[in-house]
DNA sequence: ATGGGGGCCTGCCGGC
DNA sequence: TGCCGGCAGGCCCCCA
């Protein structure tokens, strides 16, 4: 559910409780989220301190002292809560326990990281700091969009000959990594081209320009987060989503915002997926 | 190799 | 008010 800027968003939120911290306690509440949780979870977290967080695409990477990385991944509803933080950024007391809170790591700063997930889709794992790039679910992933590595040339040369729609492309993240749904929608919005457009029989200049584009949606989205992050510290510490105003995600039977365009947003399905256009600007 | 569909889970919302 | 179907932002796996 949460895609890279909110991803970013929540990694944002967790370094001030995490970062140079212990961890003094995790509570691991069930034995699995979408894969069992690696072996000894909890005791290989225990007493570790957590060197740095960073992000790959959707997943949230804590190196820790002991030469292991603790993946995280927060599926479809996961949700990072925290409270208690030292520095007073949060205000928040701890919370009473909720249904679906399946991991808490308790710091020794005082601050807790609650992981609550109802639909289970998120991920925990384990994997030594030093090949942590060549987990599974991390080796075939394309290049992070934010990057260098993501430009107009190696756009062009990916999406030539492929036969499946824009939409899909975009959504492969094999190809850029940490795009989803809606900002797939709202960068394909933004270039005018259709999400069922087959991707190799769009202009390369129009695929170039896609690449610009997708990092300004990007972009916009965790300076979204960046200033809901704010509001959370006073309110309740919650990560995970935030609003964002969309120019078509969630906008069926509305009009569109182009300047100009008479058209209206449109649903449709696509391998499953809702897509959302402009039937009018979107080519 | 490529593209499409099913399935995993729970919660919520709209319609009857 | 209650029930039921549809839907949800991800990702793996299997099939043709």
Redesign the pocket.
Known sequence: ???LP?VETVRRGLAPAMEGGVIARADVNRPDL?WPFPTGMALRLTGKTVLGLRRR???ILADLSSNETLLI?????GRMLVSGDPLGDFVRDHPAPQ??DHVVLHMENGARITFND????GAMDLLRTAVADEH??LA?LGPEPLGNAFDESYLVARLE?????IK??L???RIVAG????YVCEALYRAGISPLR???KISEQRVRSLVPIIRDVLRDAIEAGGSSLRDFRQADGEL???QHRFDV?DREGMPCRREGCEGHIV?T??????SFYCGQCQR
């Open positions: 559910m949460p895609e909110e979408r695409s959707k997943y991944h927060l599926g479809m509803s249904k679906h109802p639909r289970r889709f599974p679910l075939k000959g492929r036969n499946t729609p899909s492309a959504l492969d993240q795009l989803g749904n809606i087959k991707a190799g995970g989503y935030f995600y649903r399905v696509q391998s499953g997926r809702s």
